[in-house]
T-cell receptor, first 114, second 113 residues
Framework: NAGVTQTPKFRILKIGQSMTLQCAQD?????MYWYRQDPGMGLKLIYY???????DKGEVPNGYNVSRSTTEDFPLRLELAAPSQTSVYFC?????????????FGPGTRLTVT | GQQLNQSPQSMFIQEGEDVSMNCTSS?????WLWYKQDPGEGPVLLIA?????ELTSNGRLTAQFGITRKDSFLNISASIPSDVGIYFC?????????????FGQGTTLQVKP
């Protein structure tokens, strides 16, 4: 079991460029989440999904898009990168039921926009 | 959006000392979780609490779900250098079926050998 995997690990983008952050999980979890973590701050929810074909906005969705075509994958798209999107991005997943709140995180993608 | 108030923000302690940190909210939570994040890694779940007053241990770590349901505490006994990292509390505020969590700002722990 690889758990939650994220690629790439690091990326530098120029302002206005686009990219997709990949996230995959092999635990058959229905719920998946994208967070960003800024220095000295906690985790802020960008988007989440409760199953294939279902996505919803979190606390800070502006500038991002997501899709969920399979249970395993939940990519995050940045269309026009801005310096304010410089951050560490984490993907997480959880399973519905009694322990649905126990989220498991990937290793993160460190993104710099210059 | 709502965040949890986590304190202290940072701690610098001597190896062998005990550590206490807490998380408070103005709202009632149904679930409290504690995570640890090592440098350059993603958060790892340490302890999950599901009932008010619940006290749960994981090795040298002990966490409690506050009786008011508005706070939680994490204690680390006899700290060692590998305890270094950022500790996050997280809570589930409603009975919604999305599994969404609200996170504290984190407590950065440094341990001097």
């Amino acid at each position: 079991n690889a758990g939650v995997t994220q690629t790439p690990k690091f990326r530098i983008l120029k302002i206005g460029q686009s990219m997709t952050l990949q996230c995959a999980q092999d635990m058959n979890h229905n719920y998946m989440y994208w967070y960003r973590q800024d220095p000295g701050m906690g985790l802020k929810l960008i988007y989440y999904s409760v199953g294939a074909g279902i996505t919803d906005k979190g606390e800070v969705p502006n500038g991002y898009n997501v899709s969920r075509s399979t249970t395993e994958d939940f990519p995050l798209r940045l269309e026009l990168a801005a310096p304010s999107q410089t951050s560490v991005y984490f993907c997480a997943s959880s399973s519905p039921g009694l322990v649905s709140y126990e989220q498991y995180f990937g290793p993160g993608t460190r993104l710099t926009v210059t | 959006g709502q965040q949890l108030n986590q304190s202290p923000q940072s701690m610098f302690i001597q190896e062998g000392e005990d550590v206490s940190m807490n998380c408070t909210s103005s709202s009632i939570f149904n679930t409290w979780l504690w995570y640890k994040q090592d440098p350059g890694e993603g958060p790892v779940l340490l302890i999950a609490l599901y009932k008010a007053g619940e006290l749960t241990s994981n090795g040298r770590l002990t966490a409690q779900f506050g009786i008011t349901r508005k706070d939680s505490f994490l204690n680390i006994s006899a700290s060692i250098p590998s305890d270094v990292g950022i500790y996050f509390c997280a809570g589930q505020r409603s009975t919604s079926n999305t599994g969404k969590l609200i996170f504290g700002q984190g407590t950065t722990l440094q341990v001097k050998p």
